[in-house]
């Protein structure tokens, strides 16, 4: 009997010591992951040029459900991109991206999706040393427009990236590139950045990063 108790006693403190070994490891590969899946920095993050600027920044991790960018498809409107444009009668689509010299042969791309160019540039996007336009645009006839459309067209297609009054920068590596969204608070003064970093997938572009940012605005 004594020897019964004496070896359940054993079995139990042998089944705490298992269980206890099993957290210790738990807990260290957590934190192994969560160091595998963080990373400080990258060098040629587009935040670092207002460094100054900044009051607090998060570490680079993956994002939950990554934001997948695959090649556009035709325009879908309840009412016809003619309707829409007549809509907008200060708008001239033609004269808008002369100003801003992009080339007419997007001006179909640009009326059928509805969209007004407010900026453009070109970049290395795809890994194959070529540098390739974008057109940053709003909608057409859009309210508060804090919703922006960066379309890179590489060769006969082209990508849509959506971001909040954001932009697009280049990757060091021209494999991709950073997209920033930013929602200002005009009453502390602070503006938080969420930037994103994106892969070249062969077939359009993945997020394999997200970071945020709290910058302060105005400052000297």
């Not at 934190?31 to 040029?49: G, R, W």
């Not at 879908?76 to 991206?97: N, R």
């Not at 997209?179 to 930037?195: G, I």
Request: glycine fraction near 6%; proline fraction near 4%.
């Amino acid at each position: 009997m004594k020897l019964s108790r004496k070896f359940i006693k054993n079995k139990k403190l042998i089944f705490v010591l298992c269980l206890t070994v099993i957290l210790c490891i738990g807990v260290y590969c957590s934190s192994s992951l969560a160091k595998h899946n963080s990373v400080s920095s990258y060098p040629d993050e587009p935040i670092q040029t207002d460094a100054k600027n900044i009051i607090s920044a998060t570490l680079w991790t993956l994002p939950k459900k990554p934001e997948i960018i695959k090649e556009d498809t035709q325009p879908h409107f309840g009412l016809s991109a003619k309707s829409i444009w007549k809509d907008s009668p200060f708008v001239d689509l033609k004269t808008d991206m002369k100003k801003l010299h992009i080339d007419q042969k997007y001006y179909q791309y640009l009326y059928n999706y509805t969209y007004i160019p407010v900026a453009t540039g070109k970049m290395k996007l795809n890994g194959d040393g070529k540098s390739y336009p974008y057109i940053q645009s709003i909608g057409a006839g859009c309210g508060s427009c804090e919703t922006q459309y960066i379309t890179m067209f590489i060769g006969n297609k082209s990508y849509t990236a959506q971001s909040t009054y954001g932009r697009i920068s280049p990757r060091a590596d021209g494999r991709g590139f950073y997209k920033a969204d930013l929602t200002a608070d005009s009453v502390s003064n602070v503006e938080d950045v969420l930037l994103s970093r994106f892969q070249w997938n062969g077939n359009g572009f993945s997020e394999v990063g997200i970071k945020t940012v709290k910058v302060k605005i105005n400052a000297h």
